[in-house]
């Protein structure tokens, strides 16, 4: 009798229209914060109105930025610089499944905030490219620790077209914080880990589903 062959992790989520109209959602929940924070928000503290409510590094104050740090930006300008990278990254990220999108996520967002938090520069740090970066570090590793051929293809795909993204993980320009970047890209190969071997572990020997 012939072994079961081990599914092929995806590279797409299995329902794309769903996945995408949950990306834009998301997308479009930052762009509504954004506007109520340069309106409603400013005019209730001004001049910066939620944007001194981000990570502080190494202050008791700054712990909370760690929850809401990515939801928030400095302007206009920065979420659009940010929007196209969400969209895509996010989309691809959904491949394994709505649960697991939610865990890595949440790998990510805590590993970027409490790193950020121990070493980031002085100042109020927001936004999403902790998360972004993240994502993109997951898509890059993933199919390495799956040994998934899609995956790795998938992976080079993204890093011909992003792959200057990884630049950000050094120190450069002042006002960028380069290690929300780092930290969310560490969070990124941790995720990675731990989901593929909790894929593995799910899976029996043959690579149909465990019984319990």
């Known amino acids: 009798m012939t072994s079961p062959v081990r599914p092929s ?6 329902r794309p229209l769903r ?9 479009a929940l930052l762009w509504l914060l954004e506007l109520a924070d340069r309106t409603v928000f400013v005019a209730l503290d001004p001049p ?4 001194d409510d981000g990570i502080v590094p190494r ?4 712990l909370g930025g760690i929850l809401w740090a990515p939801l928030l ?3 206009f300008d920065h979420l659009a610089s940010n929007t196209v990278p969400l969209l895509v990254f996010g989309f ?5 499944g709505l649960g697991q999108f939610i865990a890595v ?3 990510i967002w805590i590993v970027s905030g409490v790193g950020t938090w121990l070493i980031g520069s002085p100042g109020s740090t927001i936004g ?6 993240g994502w993109f570090a997951f898509l890059l590793v993933r199919g390495f620790f799956a040994r998934s051929a899609a995956q790795i293809v998938v992976a080079v795909v993204l890093f011909l077209i992003y792959g200057g993204l990884l630049l950000g993980v050094l120190p450069s320009n002042p006002g960028i914080s380069w290690q929300a970047h780092l930290c969310g890209a560490i969070g990124g190969v941790l995720a990675a880990r731990i989901t593929v071997a909790a894929d593995r572990r799910r899976a029996g020997p043959s690579g149909t589903p465990a019984i319990p």
């Open 48 to 51: 910066q109105g939620l944007d």
């Open 128 to 133: 999403a490219s902790g998360i972004i970066f």
């Open 92 to 96: 691809l990220v959904l491949a394994g």
């Open 9 to 14: 992790p995806r590279v797409l989520p299995e």
């Open 19 to 27: 996945a995408a109209i949950l990306m834009v959602g998301i997308v």
């Open 73 to 75: 930006h400095g302007g």
């Open 59 to 62: 202050t008791l104050d700054g």
């Open 105 to 107: 996520t949440a790998v």
